[in-house]
């Protein structure tokens, strides 16, 4: 898998995730890759003090994003 296809299935994944933390309030972005293995995102909105975060973070955006991108090792939210 290359770079660019990488980038395209983790905004895929995100895409994916997006609605159901729009119903929430909140909302993700790629912050960004690095060396094809490492994602960063930013939890935002209603995101960024929900007290589940780290549950949605693990459960839902890391295990979303390593279906899509299987190459990926860690995703971390950086505030």
Do not use: Q, W
């Not at 895409?15 to 972005?29: A, T, V």
């Not at 589940?52 to 390593?66: D, H, N, P, R």
């Amino acid at each position: 898998m290359t770079t660019t296809e990488i980038r395209e299935n983790v905004e895929k994944a995100l895409e994916e995730i997006r609605p159901f933390l729009n119903s929430d309030g909140g909302n993700i972005s790629l912050v960004e890759i690095i060396d094809d293995k490492h994602v960063k995102v930013r939890l935002e909105g209603a995101c960024t003090n929900c007290s589940l975060s780290i549950s949605t973070m693990k459960a839902g955006v890391e295990t979303t994003i390593k279906k899509y991108a299987p190459l990926i090792e860690s995703v971390e939210n950086i505030a």
